[in-house]
């Protein structure tokens, strides 16, 4: 739901709705949230050594007094004299340092440790976390993380899939079925050559013959089925068996018709990879009354991008989005677009931003 100039009309009710829903959970404790953002955002500041800052009730946001204000305001001689020290960040990182030295293991157990198919499962569920740490830097992953507890307290991980060439492509084979008359092995259901079940068929009828009860010799030669059969002294009778599962082929076979899947072609798809990102309070707004992750009825994502992200995601939005203007211009969240810019503006406005709310309730939270 990017824009929030309030200009937003659609027909369609029910984005009507779903509108005014997350409007009232954006609203909800707005007061509080302005108190967290601007605590949020002190410590950003702080964090990158801007000691001198007020907040500023015109502008609805931090100021930076001093030399470091580009718009040279709240100079004086007196801040060529100060030399402040920086002891925020450098005890913060003391325990960020700490808490670093190991990133938390992930450890996969069998559900049932007497079932091989669970224990298999939490083999490949190991491997696959270590597959998820390489993909994702799990260590600058953590180190950010633990910046942001320290900066905002609140500590967000959007993970989603995202399927793209850049990963790498795989090949898949894709199959049709088709009618195929034939003869085919009774147990494996392979395609055989006609050949084989001629020859076959032939030396059924030579056995037939050869062990014909009313032949006079048959009854000294009796057909055993462990023995190689035999036409003669020299001539040893190879049964004919299926090339695929060595079964001997019936010289009964008759011709079928089986649906065999035929490969039709090869094509290329880009691989998926699970995706992490780190947010804090700043970007993300939940109930402050929740005590655990299922009691917040929503979740709001919050973010500023170039209009042109914005296009690419929501194309429908098109002739609704204001676009080259800046935020500047469109400012009616002032706290929040403040607070959540970088701090390289330092009081100046990005050009071509505009301001993405996104929600999700507590079902597609869990
Ligand atoms: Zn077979």
Same mark, same amino acid.
């Given at each position: ?136 830097? #799990?260590?600058?992953?953590?180190? +950010? =993380?633990?910046?942001? &507890? ?7 991980? $959007?993970?989603? *899939? ?124 939940? #109930?402050?009354?929740?005590?655990? +992750? =299922?009691?917040?009825? &929503? ?7 170039? $209009?042109?992200? *914005? ?56």
């Amino acid at each position: 739901m990017p824009n929030n100039t309030g200009k937003y009309t659609e027909d369609d009710p029910v984005k009507i709705d779903l509108k005014t829903i997350c409007d009232y959970f954006y609203n909800e404790d707005l007061s509080t949230r302005q108190i967290q953002i601007r605590y949020w955002k002190r410590l950003k500041y702080y964090w990158n050594n801007f000691s001198q800052v007020f907040w500023s009730e015109q502008q609805g946001s931090y100021l930076i007094n001093g030399r470091d204000n580009l718009n040279g305001e709240g100079t004086d001689d007196q801040s060529y004299y100060d030399r402040p020290v920086n002891v925020f960040k450098a005890f913060l990182e003391t325990i960020i340092a700490a808490l670093s030295v190991n990133i938390p293991a992930v450890s996969c157990t069998p559900d049932d440790a007497d079932n091989p198919n669970d224990i298999s499962t939490a083999k490949a569920g190991n491997k696959i976390s270590e597959l998820l740490y390489k993909h994702n830097n #799990a260590i600058f992953l953590w180190l +950010q =993380a633990l910046y942001i &507890y320290s900066t905002e307290g609140l500590i967000a991980c $959007y993970s989603y *899939v995202d399927e793209d060439k850049k990963y790498g492509t795989y090949e898949k084979r894709n199959y049709k079925d088709e009618d195929v008359t034939g003869y085919f092995c009774p147990s494996c259901k392979q395609q055989l050559d006609e050949e084989m079940v001629i020859q076959a068929r032939m030396i059924k009828e030579q056995l037939n013959t050869k062990y014909d009860p009313d032949e006079e010799d048959a009854k000294l030669e009796e057909y055993e089925d462990d023995k190689p059969l035999r036409l003669n002294e020299n001539e040893l009778i190879e049964p004919m068996v299926c090339p695929e599962c060595s079964v001997e082929i019936d010289g009964n076979l008759q011709q079928s018709t089986l649906a065999i899947p035929k490969l039709i072609g090869v094509t290329q798809h880009p691989k998926s990879r699970i995706c992490m990102e780190m947010y804090g309070g700043l970007y993300v707004k939940i #109930a402050n009354y929740a005590r655990k +992750q =299922a009691d917040t009825p &929503y979740l709001a994502w919050l973010f500023e991008t170039h $209009y042109v992200n *914005v296009l690419e995601a929501y194309p429908d939005l098109w002739d609704k989005i204001e676009r080259g203007s800046g935020f500047g211009s469109q400012v009616n969240d002032t706290i929040e677009q403040y607070a959540r810019l970088n701090i390289q503006y330092r009081g100046t406005m990005p050009e071509d931003n505009v301001s993405v709310k996104t929600f999700c309730n507590e079902e597609a939270l869990s």
